[in-house]
């Protein structure tokens, strides 16, 4: 015979219950809390994130290329161009949520600004694509080549 | 002349028909981060699904009926009910990803949203799988299938290194600035790719719809060892041109106009429309091969009359197994999931199913109650051993690769 104050099957059940809810709730919670990370792993994300906007950049520079010499397609070109801007945004908007450590407040700002240049290039080129200004498209090929040395420079800088 | 002409179509359509979404994003996002050093896991993958389905082949030849009628038979329901259900949610989630391929091959050369696309190209597949014939369906995607020689021709006019692109396919050296651990997870994800499950559902039970005999092997076999490599070819090609022109961009593969671009850069318009071409029926077919495959898998396990060579009225229960499969796949695209991340999901998730699948043909093709004579000999099963060993490692190594590395994102 069981005494009165022993936890019974029941009650194990429940305590099991209550334990796992909390530790979704406590995950729940972290995951939203903006990420501090430490400085290895900023510095890693950044270069992520640097090398998913350069490959975006460098994709729209070499699609505008083709069409600025009548080799591409216009609505081939244009799709290129919102799926880059979606998947820069997505990239920027990851890293935008990461506090950086105090040690790469530089890296933070160098990051931010390319990562803003990179989302008003591409911007630009789909306005100019969209309207077919076509005197246009040399000057936007050659920004976007300079943009993508930088983000290329930046990409060497943080892994070595 | 007849065999002549049967032999030449079937060796096209299987060139043709041998790449899919899987191998179209795959190969173009290996060759643009990895460059040719996996191109070994191509020429493996080739030569294991050349093993297989020459196996799966010769059973429908000898017995006169589809290898996974026959697992159920010779390995019980229990555990052709494990073979079902894996092979199944792999073939289902390659389904999403043709459907997904072919949408984004309509975006591509409209501008217009491919979630748009979604419920018409379902409906259109599905139309397709119930009213075309099978040998139609088999060959027109198949033929059409052929204008992805424009990566190989593209391949020549960008005029490549050829000694650098050996060097770097036969010395299966990594660029220095990536992981090993990604480059293995991409070895699974090729492999994965190359042999994925469908091909021999699809291959094996359109045997018994094209009526095979013991007379149609040499046919088959010609289908299988002259067709699947040169298919294979045109995999490296995509690789190959995507490791001239992107990798020295530092562009990595995300979405399918990326997969093209190679070949605007060489040939362009001309060229980008004979890609198009290719994509949307590459992923077209692969989308009709793998739909079938959903019905020929649980038909033939539960007993049910299955096949194009009845009338739909005659296999009820298929077409409706297709339909409900087909409207799935849309619903699960319609929550505006990215099809190129499924594509990525559904190679990798084939290559941990590849045992279920593998397995089951070794056993049958060594059973003489259905073979007879013809059952393997010490080659084939020397070789179909050694191919499960490593599609066995492939297997176990997939979900871990895939967690360490955040799926080769690291």
């Known amino acids: 015979m069981r005494a009165a104050h022993e936890p019974g099957p029941v009650s194990w059940r429940r305590r099991a219950w209550v334990t796992s809810v909390a530790c979704a709730g406590v995950l729940a919670v972290s995951g939203c809390v903006p ?44 799709t290129q161009l919102r799926y880059s801007e979606d998947s820069l945004d997505t ?47 040399p000057a936007l090929v050659s920004d976007l080549k300079k943009l993508a040395t930088r983000l290329d420079t930046l990409d060497k800088q943080v892994g070595s | 002349m007849k065999k002549v002409f049967a032999l030449a179509l079937g060796i096209l359509t299987a060139i043709g028909g041998f790449v899919d979404i899987g ?22 993958g080739v030569g294991g699904i050349c093993v297989f389905a020459e196996m799966s082949g010769r059973v429908v030849a000898l017995s006169g009926r589809a290898t996974f009628d026959i697992v159920r038979e010779r390995l019980g329901p229990r555990v052709g009910l494990v073979n079902l259900i894996g092979s199944m949610a792999v073939t289902l989630l390659t389904y999403v990803a043709e459907i997904g391929g072919i949408a984004l091959a309509l975006e591509l050369g409209t501008s217009v949203w491919e979630f748009f696309w979604i419920p018409f190209i379902a409906a259109l597949v599905w139309f397709v799988l119930w009213r075309a014939k099978f040998d139609l369906i088999e060959n027109v995607f198949g033929i059409l299938g052929l204008a992805l020689i424009v990566f190989a021709v593209a391949l020549w006019q960008l005029g490549p290194d050829w000694a650098s692109l050996w060097q770097q396919a036969s010395t299966a050296a990594k660029p220095t600035n990536e992981a090993w651990p990604s480059y293995w997870y991409y070895a699974v994800g090729l492999f994965g790719a190359a042999m994925t499950p469908y091909e021999v559902f699809f291959f094996s039970s359109g045997g018994v719809e094209d009526g095979w005999t013991a007379e149609s092997l040499p046919t088959m076999r010609g289908n299988v060892l002259i067709g699947f490599p040169l298919g294979g070819l045109l995999s490296l090609s995509i690789a190959a041109t995507a490791t001239v022109v992107l990798l020295p961009a530092s562009i990595q593969v995300d979405t399918l106009a990326q997969v093209a671009l190679p ?12 890609a198009l071409l290719g994509f949307f029926a590459a992923t077209f077919g692969a989308a009709c091969e793998t739909g079938l495959s959903v019905g020929y898998s649980i038909c033939q396990y539960f007993g049910w009359q299955w096949g194009k060579f009845v009338r739909p009225r005659q296999a009820a229960r298929f077409h409706l197994v297709i339909l409900l499969s087909t409207v799935l796949a849309a619903a699960v695209l319609l929550t505006t999931v990215d099809p190129i991340l499924v594509t990525e999901f559904s190679v990798v998730f084939s290559a941990i199913a590849l045992p279920l699948t593998y397995l089951p043909i070794l056993i049958v093709a060594n059973d003489r109650q259905y073979m007879g004579e013809r059952t393997n000999g010490r080659f084939a099963n020397a070789l179909g051993t050694g191919y499960l060993v490593i599609v066995l490692v492939a297997s176990i190594a997939a979900i871990p690769l895939m967690i360490w590395t955040k799926m080769g994102t690291t």
């Open chain 2, 23 to 44: 191998d179209l994003v795959t190969n173009a996002l290996v060759g643009s981060r990895f460059g040719m050093s996996l191109a070994w896991v191509t020429v493996l």
């Open chain 2, 263 to 274: 070949v605007t850069v060489a040939l362009g318009k001309l060229g980008f429309a004979f």
């Open chain 1, 91 to 137: 990239a920027t908007g990851a890293f935008d949520e990461l506090n950086p450590p105090r040690t790469d407040d530089r890296l933070h700002q160098r990051t931010d600004s390319l990562l803003s240049a990179a989302g008003d290039a591409l911007a630009h080129t789909r306005i100019a694509v969209e309207r077919d200004e076509r005197q246009e498209y």
């Open chain 1, 35 to 78: 990420a501090s990370p430490g400085p290895s792993t900023y510095e890693d994300k950044a270069k992520l994130t640097v090398e998913a906007a350069l490959s975006e950049v460098a994709t729209v520079q070499l699609t505008l290329q083709q069409l600025a010499r009548d080799r591409a397609f216009k609505p081939s070109v244009l």
